[in-house]
């Protein structure tokens, strides 16, 4: 069987957020299960050049958007086991970053119809498209109203993955119409219309033969008005194509035992975790102590991460014998926040506002607790982290978050975590207050949370055996 994927972005090449990350490990480990899985993505400008520089042209061609005629070249390379194409036109993709710019629906609308237009070339005849959040979501409404009435194209089957259902490609009509050519009772309520604009994620729910989106909670919790973002109505409509499933993270690259950046390797071994904390305090210039605990906030800091929560109770949380260590980028505000939060208090509070992968994986090692109060996590990456490098997650019970930590409970001795369901920042302060007194106060039962820790697998192994058995059951 054969299965493309079409993204915006993928690790190792480029990347923004998670999305990056599951296009870069998700089909490795599908092709290690036996599936021909390719990977089609623009070819950005800041991808680095010891990749652009091992890329093949395979093949150039024109294509129109609305009534321009535009170049269009296919790269090839292999990573991982994997072919990754890279659709190449530098008018469109030859920038700074990749997305904030003004012409946002016509450089992925060029990249849709692109990577239509590119299969017959490539020879090349996929069973599935998997397309992958707004900037592939068109994808399918072309293939059906352009392309499906043509023998190549007429068995190929779509899948819609929705990574985060806020951001929705939403455009003017008219220009759609021009970019698409597609007819007027496309641009109806029942069709692509959405906020007076026509969107791209809308088409992909729509003209998609199936659906998924990235944890089970979150398919269920986008059907309902607080999470649907205007588009519940429509999934409730589609429910029966709709499914859930978890996302995964790379064994090879979140490997407490391999890890390049981490001061000493373990796998479950606290004294050896409490060396990289005590390098860590040094590092950023905390008292070096190993026995206050450790919380740490590794996210970009904008509201829909709890940030808010954060805010109404922050003196609060350093009211408590703890140190917190943030880091990430993010609205001006939140980081001013935590700025002014470690200029204040210097011996509890560590704020890294920028990005740094090392640094990252050596907050993970070094924390004895990781806080995602999230206001919605359609699956989160930070947590499946914080679990394998044996650092307690503190959750708010939604999406993802709810599917993959399990609350601790001190009767049974179960649980890999500490959870609160409301979004209360009171609550959240309660449940930091709770984890903080068993890490004082209750050893054994810290030591259990670490066991049952060991047992979770979020490699993406059990995911992708569930991607396997949808897209069987899609081409049977």
Not at 188 to 215: C, I, P, Q, W
Not at 253 to 278: A, E, G
Not at 451 to 464: E, P, V
Request: proline share 4%; hydrophobic share 40%.
């Amino acid at each position: 069987m054969k299965v493309l994927f079409a993204a915006s972005e993928a690790v190792p090449f480029i990347k923004t957020g998670g999305l990056a990350d599951v296009i870069g490990s998700l089909p490795k480990e599908l092709s290690q299960q036996g599936l021909d899985v390719r990977v089609i993505l623009p070819k950005y400008g800041d991808i680095p050049a010891k990749y652009r520089e091992a890329m093949t042209s395979v093949v150039t061609f024109d294509i129109y958007v609305g009534w321009r005629k535009q170049y269009i070249g296919i790269d090839v390379l292999e990573q991982d086991g994997v072919t990754f194409y890279f659709v190449d036109n530098e008018f469109y993709f030859k920038r700074p970053g990749i997305y904030g710019y003004g012409d946002e629906a016509e450089r992925f609308g060029f990249f849709c119809r692109g990577v239509i237009e590119a299969l017959p070339l490539l020879d090349f005849q996929p069973d599935v498209i998997h397309c992958h959040d707004w900037q592939a979501s068109m994808i399918p409404v072309l293939l059906k109203a352009h392309y499906q009435h043509l023998p190549f194209f007429n068995q190929i089957k779509t899948v819609t993955t929705v990574h985060n259902l806020k951001y929705q490609g939403v455009f003017d009509q008219s220009l759609l119409k021009d970019l698409f050519g597609l007819s007027d009772d496309h641009f109806t309520g029942n069709a692509l219309e959405l906020h007076g604009g026509a969107s791209f994620l809308k088409g992909g729910l729509l003209y998609s033969d199936r659906l998924t989106t990235v944890s089970q909670t979150y398919a269920e919790e986008i059907q309902t008005p607080y999470y649907g973002e205007y588009l519940d109505s429509l999934l409730r409509h589609r429910k029966d194509q709709l499914q859930g499933i978890v996302n995964g993270i790379d064994y090879d690259i979140f490997d407490p035992m391999t890890d390049p950046h981490l001061v000493v390797n373990y796998r479950d071994s606290l004294p050896k975790k409490q060396q990289n904390k005590l390098a860590l305090q040094e590092r950023l210039g905390l008292p070096v102590d190993g026995d206050v605990p450790m919380i740490a906030l590794v996210t970009r800091l904008v509201q829909q991460k709890g940030l808010d929560l954060i805010q109404h109770v922050l003196p609060e949380i350093l009211g408590l014998d703890i140190q917190l260590v943030v880091l990430g980028t993010g609205e001006a505000g939140y980081e001013q926040m935590f700025r002014y939060a470690a200029q204040t208090h210097p011996g509890k509070v560590s704020a890294q506002i920028n990005f740094d992968e090392a640094l990252a994986h050596q907050i993970y090692a070094a924390s004895d607790m990781f806080l995602m109060p999230s206001q919605f996590e359609p699956c989160g990456i930070g947590q499946l982290i914080a679990l394998r490098y044996r650092s307690v997650p503190i959750v708010r019970e939604t999406g993802g978050l709810k599917d993959t930590v399990q609350p601790y409970n001190e009767f049974t001795g179960e649980g890999t975590g500490f959870t609160f369901s409301h979004y209360n920042a009171h609550d959240m302060l309660h449940t930091i207050r709770r984890a903080v007194f068993f890490y004082k106060n209750d050893r054994d039962a810290w030591l259990k949370m670490q066991q049952n820790m060991k047992k979770g697998d979020f490699s993406w192994k059990k995911s992708a055996a569930q991607y396997m058995a949808l897209y069987k059951d899609m081409v049977k």
